[in-house]
């Protein structure tokens, strides 16, 4: 790309700086504000629970664990998803910054290129995940723009950062290798068939996920193609169009996302290098490019993963253990459950995104509490008896929502057992028996209750409800009592037999 001239800085040199800057700002604040809402691929699960466990070996596992433990990310953040992504905040921030280095000629060429950058949602769509891609693109932008500077030192310092892009993405050989085949015409054919081959054995054993919608790899892919083919024919966007080209025809044959964060960013470097060179083709190449404005980066992702852990926390017994998929597990783990959830190992209950074997117990957006075997009939009907002879008692005060409950055997059988010892020596008055928010049509029973009244006095000064709370046993023990304005709620945990 063009550079400016020697000599002090001048105020039309620093306006492709001041543009970079405001435009890295733009990208990191579009991803920060994506970030908890983008889905999560399988890969980039399978990462973090690597990384929480400190199981991982790959150099993208030790890059995240390394910038982890250096930031003490995990002690910032409630969830391990968001404390990984940070790190795509900052290797997005490398990507800008490096995108301004390889343009920094005229300031017409670098506010495209991080308009671009800032309004393409696919791109931000591919920047946001942690994982290969975001961090290889950092590490090749940075090697380009260190490897083009011209100062010996810097030009070493690229050639690290290229071997640390290949490391991270192996997939990256071929375009290196095919940039050596440009500069060395008799080499071609022999460097083709390499690349060639490098790319057939790469794709045969490394694993490649293709989680962006078809959309947005269309985006993506046109823009990249419209930029690169008129930027052949100019000499100073060759050697990128080509670059950019090669890793187009690349992602078309792996028909995977791990090198469309560099794809994104080597389009925004050769379509600055057209712009500069006021062609035709730039008009057509701009709006090839600014078309992802309008294709907002996919979101509806359910980002609570502390409410799942906690209502675990506080609704089952201290013994019960979970199985949680890949991701999940780590943020269940980080969020205090600590042993009692497992990748795999039988459990009392299953927490699994969508549907699970068993009887479900709960319901938080897209992921389910599950047990694993079902409540036998007998339970039910057990319910059922004993719910009609309490309805029918005349010293329990009740609404009609509790007594068609109770008829029904939708109540606990340990909270039926409180009501039914008070109910036989007391008028006990109850104003409601019901689920918590994350059981609600479930078919659970209803293993919370809410008394207003024993004898007539107030719950908060009964000592009555006192005394017979205070005698209960496991397994009908309350887990919890709570005097509020309403009443005092009576909670039993979920357990078999419930």
């Known amino acids: 790309?063009?550079?400016?001239?020697?000599?002090?800085?001048?105020?039309?040199?620093?306006?492709?700086?001041?543009?970079?800057?405001?435009?890295?700002?733009?990208?990191?604040?579009?991803?920060?504000?994506?970030?908890?809402?983008?889905?999560?691929?399988?890969?980039?699960?399978?990462?973090?629970?690597?990384?929480?466990?400190?199981?991982?070996?790959?150099?993208?596992?030790?890059?995240?664990?390394g910038y982890l433990w250096l930031t003490r990310g995990l002690d910032r953040y409630d969830s391990v998803l968001l404390a990984a992504r940070e790190l795509s905040i900052v290797a997005t921030i490398v990507v800008v910054l490096s995108v301004?280095?390889?343009?920094?000629?005229?300031?017409?060429?670098?506010?495209?290129?991080?308009?671009?950058?800032?309004?393409?949602?696919?791109?931000?769509?591919?920047?946001?995940?942690?994982?290969?891609g975001v961090l290889a693109?950092?590490?090749?932008?940075?090697?380009?723009?260190?490897?083009?500077?011209?100062?010996?030192?810097?030009?070493?310092?690229?050639?690290?950062?290229?071997?640390?892009?290949?490391?991270t993405s192996p997939f990256l050989l071929v375009p290196l290798v095919v940039l050596v085949a440009v500069r060395v015409p008799y080499l071609a054919v022999v460097l083709a068939v390499l690349a060639f081959a490098l790319q057939t054995l790469l794709v045969a054993r490394v694993p490649v996920e293709a989680e962006l919608p078809l959309t947005h790899r269309v985006v993506l892919l046109a823009t990249a193609f419209t930029v690169a083919v008129p930027a052949l024919w100019r000499r100073e966007t060759r050697l990128f169009a080509v670059l950019t080209l090669v890793v187009a025809v690349?992602?078309?044959?792996?028909?995977?996302?791990?090198?469309?964060?560099?794809?994104?960013?080597?389009?925004?470097?050769?379509?600055?290098?057209?712009?500069?060179?006021?062609r035709p083709a730039a008009v057509l190449a701009a709006v090839a490019a600014v078309a992802g404005v309008v294709v907002l980066p996919p979101g509806g992702r359910w980002h609570d993963e502390p409410a799942v852990a906690a209502w675990l926390a506080e609704n089952t017994p201290p013994e019960a253990t979970f199985t949680a998929p890949a991701g999940l597990w780590s943020e269940l783990a980080h969020a205090g459950l600590g042993q009692r959830v497992r990748r795999d190992a039988p459990a009392t209950f299953d927490v699994v995104a969508g549907t699970g074997p068993g009887t479900a117990v709960a319901r938080f957006g897209e992921y389910g509490v599950w047990r694993p075997d079902r409540p036998s009939t007998e339970d039910a009907l057990q319910r059922v008896d004993a719910g009609a002879q309490l309805a029918a008692n005349p010293r329990l005060a009740i609404t009609d929502d509790v007594r068609r409950a109770l008829r029904r055997g939708e109540v606990d059988l340990r909270a039926m057992t409180l009501l039914a010892g008070l109910a036989g020596q007391h008028q006990v008055v109850v104003t409601d028996a019901r689920v918590t928010e994350p059981e609600r049509g479930l078919g659970t029973p209803r293993r919370e209750l809410v008394l207003s009244a024993v004898d007539g006095h107030e719950v908060g000064s009964s000592r009555v409800l006192q005394t017979w709370l205070g005698a209960q046993r496991p397994p009908y023990a309350p887990s919890s009592t709570r005097i509020t304005p309403t009443g005092a709620v009576v909670t039993w945990l979920v357990q078999e037999g419930s």
């Open 1 to 65: 790309m063009i550079r400016n001239g020697g000599g002090a800085p001048s105020v039309h040199g620093v306006i492709p700086w001041v543009l970079g800057g405001a435009g890295t700002i733009a990208v990191v604040s579009r991803v920060v504000l994506v970030a908890p809402e983008l889905p999560s691929s399988g890969a980039e699960r399978q990462l973090i629970d690597s990384a929480f466990a400190g199981a991982g070996r790959t150099p993208v596992d030790l890059q995240l664990r």
């Open 100 to 132: 301004v280095a390889l343009v920094r000629a005229r300031p017409a060429a670098t506010g495209v290129a991080v308009a671009v950058l800032a309004c393409g949602g696919p791109i931000i769509a591919v920047l946001t995940p942690i994982g290969p």
């Open 137 to 167: 693109a950092a590490w090749t932008t940075l090697a380009l723009a260190l490897l083009t500077s011209g100062r010996q030192v810097l030009v070493a310092l690229g050639v690290v950062a290229a071997l640390f892009a290949v490391l």
């Open 250 to 278: 690349q992602c078309v044959w792996l028909r995977g996302d791990v090198l469309l964060p560099t794809l994104a960013a080597l389009s925004a470097v050769v379509l600055a290098g057209l712009v500069e060179a006021l």
